[in-house]
């Protein structure tokens, strides 16, 4: 039987996973380019997990640069059937606060196009359903470990994803809370979408680290509260990765499981080889 594999993308302040055995570094060149980092992969109760850190260690990649497809691409040709983003957020609401978990069930995407959004193009077209973007299982596990560890948990809501890196005008903020937005941040979206046509199931574990601008204590908070925030999520998160990996199904998430079956549109003898080898771990088993 196929070992349970899954997928872990840091944010800020994440750049590796404790308690892993077996521990490797893997380097996956990819058809997109480099991922973030080199992989780090471990076993945990039994469950392979496979990190990237999502703006590499150190820090180095703006949420416009981070390399979405190549981390993507990668996770998917290692295996992953799921994905646990692990990302920072603001809060857009005044019962959420910083410290708080998120576990987000919708997105708006407010990017700005600078970001490669799919894995197709160039030769080949494809759509896949989008409608519910969250693997409704993987955020129960999500938000059940979260809530075990003693954290306040905010189940369902919307992120929105901004291009950054400059955080909102305030008339921003305020508009996105009149959307009824939940949190926002910079890094989900595309990694939500191109998770989708891999067919890999993905929930996001949101920290909060600070309210948005909106909020009327938002010019005292400093600096150093919010990266001691920032550290306080970041072994949070941890603890909750570490109880919810071992819970995923041996059985792929119906939600992804077949989601790219129908979605290429264009003619097969017309696709050019190059993109269908590039494709070949996503859409393989399609193929003849």
């Given amino acids: 039987m196929k070992q349970r594999t899954v997928g872990v993308i840091g944010g800020s302040g994440l750049y590796g996973m404790e308690g892993l055995q077996d521990v490797e570094e893997i380097v996956v060149p990819t058809p997109f380019g480099d991922p973030s980092d080199a992989i780090l992969s471990g076993v945990l109760d039994g469950v392979r997990l496979f990190f990237i850190p999502r703006h590499g260690r150190g820090h180095r990649f703006t949420p416009s640069e981070v390399p979405y497809r190549a981390n993507v691409w990668a996770l998917k040709a290692l295996g992953a059937d799921w994905c646990i ?16 978990v998120v576990v987000p069930d919708q997105f708006i995407d407010r990017t700005k196009g600078v970001r490669a959004s799919s894995f197709f193009g160039q ?34 809501g919307t992120y929105v994803c901004m291009e950054g890196p400059q955080f909102s005008t305030r008339a921003e903020s305020e508009l996105y809370r009149s959307w ?41 908070v400093t600096v150093e509260q919010v990266v001691a925030t920032l550290n306080a999520n970041v072994a ?13 199904p041996e059985a792929l998430d119906p939600l992804v499981d077949g989601a790219a079956r129908f979605a290429v549109m264009t003619a097969p003898d017309r696709i050019p080889e190059d993109r269908r080898e590039a494709l070949r771990p996503i859409l393989g088993k399609y193929w003849a």
Wanted: include cysteine.
């Fill in 236 to 248: 949070l998160a941890r603890q909750i990765v570490a109880r919810a990996a071992p819970r995923v």
């Fill in 123 to 156: 030769g080949i077209v494809g759509h896949v359903a989008f409608g519910d973007p969250i693997s409704p299982v993987l955020a129960g596990i999500l938000a059940t470990a979260a809530d075990e560890v003693g954290a306040k948990v905010h189940v369902g």
């Fill in 85 to 100: 983003s692990v990302s920072a957020v603001g809060s857009l609401r005044k019962k959420v606060h910083p410290g708080h």
């Fill in 180 to 220: 009824g937005a939940r949190v926002i941040g910079m890094t989900n979206l595309p990694e939500a979408k191109l998770a989708r046509e891999a067919e890999i199931a993905y929930a996001t574990l949101a920290l909060v680290t600070d309210f948005d601008c909106w909020h009327p204590e938002h010019d005292s």
